[in-house]
């Protein structure tokens, strides 16, 4: 029996090698489909960090290496002459709202309102496009665009007499409604209070229209859902516009609705973007029974991560603070979850083997949260987890060693450092902004980083995210040589943390994040190498060209090579 065993392995060996020496490029069933030849290529891959030619076959790398390697094995595949132009790995966005982003790409635009006056003609010109009785959604507004004053519905009631208004500051985390809003609503003066949130009154008690956090909610409630049609060209929108941009995947911090769009697409073929689609924390029990039901998907939607929230933004007061805002001596900011359920829901998912993804800003909030997730890893034991503390954005300096020794990764978006950094001072002082979107301190401490824009509070664009990690100037340009300069980093550890940073914080780095052989085929052709210019001239790249799964996406100039 052995000598049997012995002669059928020399057999079975023998004859996978004739078969593989028979396979030749040229003739094999699965050709090269696509090249690039000539490109300043930064892969991410640290045994082989630079190369100058990709080739893709079907929707993976075949090769990385020299243009001429590549050119050999090319056959009759399409190739494109890259002229000394930068590739880098597909950018990955960990942390965006993709859905409300598309819709937002159609909604009143207030982000670079500068006055009062100019807010309130743009919703004037806006409503009276629209019908009667539709809400007016979106607008993004920044009260520091004119000095810091809140606006109220007394600013919009005469130009939206018929039409309810519900429009959000940029950060998501304090909404204006009109009067008609609120009678919908039913908010009066005698509306109580809401945990966790803010309704701003005048001095005679009634409401202005603003609401914070948690009270933004008894709005919320009472506005129209979507029809799934709506969504549904939202995320179509939202695709095409980051394949502009070069990005190829996304973390969708949304809803289980923001799921069902997702999987519509994927169901329709007409998906563009890889989605990380995460779903509120509170919700553990049905995403544990989802994935056990049908797994955790695919390499265009994928599920497993749950979004909680600690407390709300600087911009407006709602950030936890371990002492008041500097501008706000009695006030230190909120928590919008207790932490006895804080801790209840990141235990019972970590528990059901799920990633715990939590939006911590202010310190109280970020040293709460790593307190749970020490507890939590302490208790159910060592395991690959990947704990995420989204924004990270104002830590207390003995925490920032906590990211590494916990494994919790920092998921930041460096855009909005540029542009907090116009007014952030004024708001906690001179000593708390020093480890304020602290990439640097965190690098160090061995953190893993994974960056992101926050869409649609901060546009996806990661060539201005790297611009704002490197420069940190602020959109103001008072800060030439940089916000908090000591929290610059350099443009490779940005990439870093737009690519393999941001796959690794999914448990998708064995697929993205870097190029190289067998790995997806999602990658980014840039007009200029990042590495060799001017950190200031980062802001004027332009991406060129996108290529998801081997499928060029988006093609800015249409570039064509000869073979």
């Known amino acids: 029996m052995t000598n049997l065993r012995a002669l059928f392995t020399t057999i079975l060996v023998a004859s996978l090698s004739i078969s593989c020496s028979m396979q030749k490029p040229a003739s094999s069933p699965n050709p090269v489909t696509l090249a690039v030849v000539n490109a300043r290529i930064w892969t991410g891959d640290a045994s082989r960090p630079w190369a100058d030619a990709i080739a893709v076959r079907g929707d993976r790398i075949a090769a990385v290496g020299s243009s001429a390697e590549v050119r050999k094995m090319s056959g009759a595949a399409r190739v494109i002459d890259a002229r000394g132009q930068m590739l880098v790995p597909g950018f990955n966005d960990s942390h965006i709202h993709f859905v409300d982003g598309g819709f937002r790409l159609a909604s009143v635009q207030l982000r670079d309102a500068k006055t009062p006056t100019e807010f ?7 409503v009276a496009a629209q019908p009667k009785g539709v809400w007016i959604m979106g607008g993004d507004w920044d009260h520091e665009q004119w000095g810091g ?7 919009i009631d005469s130009v939206t007499p018929d039409n309810p208004v519900w429009i959000n500051r940029l950060d998501g985390h304090m909404s204006l409604a009109n009067s008609a809003a609120l009678r919908a609503a039913g908010v009066t003066k005698a509306t109580p209070e809401v945990d966790g949130g803010t309704i701003v009154r005048d001095g005679a008690g009634e409401p202005t229209g603003i609401l ?7 709005v919320d409630q009472k506005v129209p859902s979507p ?6 060209a939202a995320l179509q929108a939202a695709m095409r516009y980051v394949s502009e941009q070069g990005v190829t995947s996304v973390h969708n911090m949304g809803t289980w609705d923001d799921l069902a ?13 890889r989605i990380y689609a995460v779903v509120p924390l509170a919700t553990w029990q049905r995403l544990r029974d989802t ?6 998907g695919d390499a265009w939607v994928r599920i497993g991560g749950l979004k909680g929230f600690v407390d709300g933004s600087l911009g407006s007061h709602t950030a936890a603070f371990l002492q008041p805002f500097t501008d706000a001596p009695r006030d230190s900011g909120l928590l919008v979850n207790t932490e006895q359920d804080l801790y209840t829901w990141t235990s019972s998912a970590d528990r059901a083997g799920l990633q715990v993804i939590v939006h911590a800003i202010g310190d109280r909030a970020i040293r709460m949260q790593l307190d749970i997730f020490a507890r939590v890893a302490r208790e159910d034991g060592t395991r690959d987890r990947r704990f995420r503390i989204e924004h990270a954005q104002h830590i207390a300096p003995p925490d920032i060693p906590r990211f590494a020794s916990l494994g919790v990764i920092a998921s930041m978006q460096p855009y909005h450092a540029i542009d907090d950094g116009r007014w952030a001072e004024r708001v906690i002082g001179p000593e708390r902004i020093r480890t304020t979107y602290a990439f640097r301190s965190l690098r160090d401490a061995g953190a893993r980083l994974a960056f992101g824009s926050d869409w649609f509070v901060a546009p996806p664009t990661p060539l201005e995210g790297i611009y704002a990690a490197v420069t940190r100037r602020t959109l103001d340009d008072r800060n030439p040589g940089g916000w908090v300069p000591e929290q610059k980093i350099t443009v ?3 990439l870093r943390a737009y690519t393999i940073g941001g796959a690794y914080a999914s448990f998708d780095e064995k697929d993205k994040g870097t190029l190289e052989r067998g790995k997806l085929a999602d990658f980014v052709l840039i007009d200029r190498d990042l590495t060799r210019i001017a950190p200031e001239t980062i802001r004027d790249a332009k991406v060129l060209m996108t290529v998801v799964g081997g499928r060029v996406i988006y093609d800015r100039t249409a570039i064509q090579g000869g073979k």
Not at 149 to 155: F, G, I, M, V, Y
Not at 291 to 296: E, F, L, M, N, S
């Open 120 to 126: 309130t003609a743009r919703i004037k010109r806006f």
């Open 149 to 155: 004053e809140l606006p109220t519905r007394a600013w």
């Open 212 to 218: 914070k956090d948690n009270a933004m909610w008894l």
């Open 227 to 232: 029809a799934p049609a709506q969504s549904d």
């Open 261 to 273: 769009t997702f999987e519509r697409a994927h169901a329709a073929g007409s998906m563009i973007t």
């Open 291 to 296: 994935v056990a039901a049908r797994g955790r």
């Open 492 to 494: 490779e550890d940005a």
